[in-house]
């Protein structure tokens, strides 16, 4: 029996591209939603999650630091996925045809400026992939879809025009959710630890909460907050540290976030990227 990576997405998505890129021995499994993914996982129907949670460009995947937390599934490892956009149409359509383009909106975001200098109107889509499928069932030749080139094969679409994103550093970070918990060894190599936290409602408490991280050298990477509960008072915060759980300054630096914390919950350890180091 195979092993099996999900991803959210239409076949050609590039959550999907990212899955055959970092885990070439496991199937590529389509879900419709996130919720669906982490539920593929957590019900032990595949092995894998293929997660992207932010984007250089467009910035982060808001819905992803929800489930996080709630979804029972730990972060196992990162990977930096160069995101190259393409203008894809049905056969035979030229680019001065292209009246409008679909797409999903964080893939739009990073594609604004060549499709205003084409004088094309950009339409959200639910993801990539599903707008390559769109233009391929539709067969007009004033529409396109901005997509991967896995798309353009997958729907018998032809590339206009490749690599069409705004920014050349266009690099979306996956994260590898597992139902196993899976920590490198303390002292290994260069690690990333993710957790989550809800500050007490106290002041200064998360000036406070933080200051255990510098005062013992650990370098925070990510800090995103975000409202929980339907309250406007109870914010969460997300963070990623480099370093481990076992190592002395962490252990410091962890106690004294638990003092001007509600709760802490860890989501992984992992090895660092080594885009980490660019």
Same mark, same amino acid.
């Given at each position: 029996?195979s =092993?099996?990576i999900?991803?959210?997405?239409?076949?050609g998505?590039?959550?999907? /591209?990212?899955?055959?890129? !970092?885990? *070439?021995? !496991?199937?590529p499994?389509s879900?419709r939603s996130?919720?669906? &993914?982490?539920? @593929?996982v957590?019900? $032990?129907k595949a092995?894998?999650?293929?997660i992207?949670v932010?984007?250089?460009? &467009?910035?982060r995947?808001?819905?992803? !630091?929800?489930?996080?937390?709630?979804?029972?599934?730990?972060?196992i490892a @990162?990977n930096?996925l160069?995101?190259h956009?393409n /203008?894809?149409?049905v056969?035979?359509a030229?680019?001065?045809?292209? =009246?409008s383009? !679909?797409s999903?909106?964080?893939?739009?975001?990073q594609v604004?400026?060549?499709?205003?200098?084409?004088?094309?109107?950009?339409?959200?889509?639910?993801?990539?992939a $599903?707008?390559?499928?769109?233009v391929s =069932?539709?067969?007009?030749?004033n529409i396109a879809?901005?997509?991967?080139s896995l798309s353009?094969?997958?729907?018998g679409l032809?590339?206009?025009?490749e690599?069409?994103?705004?920014?050349?550093?266009n690099t979306?970070r996956f994260?590898?959710?597992s139902k196993?918990?899976d920590?490198?060894?303390?002292?290994?190599e =260069?690690?990333?630890?993710? +957790?989550?936290?809800?500050?007490?409602?106290?002041p200064s408490?998360l000036y406070k909460?933080?200051?255990?991280?510098?005062t013992?050298?650990?370098?925070?990477t990510?800090?995103e907050s975000y409202?929980?509960e339907?309250?406007f008072?109870?914010t969460q915060?997300?963070?990623?540290?480099?370093?481990h759980?076992?190592?002395?300054a962490?252990k410091?630096?962890?106690? @004294?976030?638990? +003092? +001007?914390t509600d709760?802490v919950?860890?989501?992984?350890?992992?090895?660092?990227? *080594?885009s980490?180091?660019?």
């Amino acid at each position: 029996m195979s =092993k099996k990576i999900v991803f959210q997405g239409l076949p050609g998505a590039f959550s999907h /591209l990212a899955s055959t890129s !970092y885990y *070439p021995d !496991y199937e590529p499994v389509s879900c419709r939603s996130f919720a669906e &993914a982490f539920d @593929e996982v957590k019900k $032990g129907k595949a092995d894998l999650a293929m997660i992207p949670v932010e984007n250089s460009v &467009a910035g982060r995947v808001s819905d992803i !630091y929800h489930l996080l937390p709630e979804g029972g599934l730990h972060i196992i490892a @990162e990977n930096y996925l160069p995101v190259h956009h393409n /203008l894809l149409a049905v056969p035979g359509a030229k680019l001065k045809d292209i =009246k409008s383009a !679909y797409s999903h909106p964080m893939a739009l975001s990073q594609v604004r400026k060549r499709l205003r200098e084409w004088n094309i109107t950009p339409v959200n889509d639910l993801d990539t992939a $599903g707008a390559a499928e769109r233009v391929s =069932k539709l067969g007009d030749h004033n529409i396109a879809a901005i997509a991967s080139s896995l798309s353009a094969e997958i729907y018998g679409l032809e590339i206009l025009q490749e690599n069409i994103e705004d920014a050349e550093h266009n690099t979306t970070r996956f994260l590898t959710l597992s139902k196993t918990i899976d920590i490198p060894p303390v002292g290994s190599e =260069k690690t990333v630890t993710s +957790f989550v936290f809800k500050v007490r409602n106290v002041p200064s408490a998360l000036y406070k909460a933080m200051g255990g991280f510098a005062t013992n050298g650990i370098n925070m990477t990510k800090l995103e907050s975000y409202m929980i509960e339907g309250s406007f008072k109870a914010t969460q915060f997300y963070a990623d540290v480099e370093g481990h759980p076992e190592d002395p300054a962490m252990k410091h630096a962890m106690e @004294e976030l638990s +003092f +001007f914390t509600d709760n802490v919950y860890l989501l992984g350890t992992y090895l660092a990227h *080594p885009s980490r180091n660019l």
